[in-house]
């Protein structure tokens, strides 16, 4: 079963203030409910209107017993996106791109390889729990598939929970 979701929010000059597109599917073994967050736009970045949307999304999937949230992470410095950083904050996490670690597909184009220290990262919340791999990842970071486990003692329930006690929201 799936369900495609739409949700937007205008200003009061008409202009559009947020803008969202859902897909959820439940089904495989064990009927299982998880929802794919295929677009989230929000005009006034950097004001914690996008964390709260992804804290209310959680809490609701949590009590419908949903397993995970899925999220392309878009962006890059100095694009106006700022997903590849700003989801990882709030918990979500995902395999750092190979070609971070220098492994190029026919017509890629090289990125800067994480450094030494960074090598044993696997995913891009290993890299953000080491000294300054956050910082790097904001300069160097880019795109990358990631999800939120929502099942109890995740490791991404206790980013999002540190993230909101740090942003006090």
Known sequence: ???????????????????????????????SLSVSNDLLKVSDNGKG???????????????????KISITAS????????????????????????VYKGILYPGQKARE???????????????????????WWKEHGNT???SFDLQEGSRSLEVLKAYRAEKKF
Not at 5 to 12: A, C, G, I, P
Not at 75 to 98: C, W
């Open 144 to 146: 990358f598939q990631a």
């Open 49 to 67: 209107i996008g964390s709260e949307i992804i804290y209310n999304q959680v809490k609701a999937l949590r009590a419908f017993n949903a397993d």
């Open 1 to 31: 079963n799936k369900v495609k979701l739409f949700f937007e929010r205008y200003k009061e000059d008409g202009s559009e203030d947020i803008f969202g597109e859902r897909t959820a599917v439940r089904g495989g073994i064990n009927n």
């Open 75 to 98: 962006g890059s410095r100095p694009n106006k996106h700022s997903g590849y950083y700003a989801f990882p904050r709030l918990g979500f996490d995902g395999l750092i791109p190979n």
């Open 113 to 135: 390889v994480l450094p030494r220290e960074y090598s044993s990262a696997v995913s891009v919340q290993d890299l953000f729990a080491m000294p300054g791999g956050k910082e």
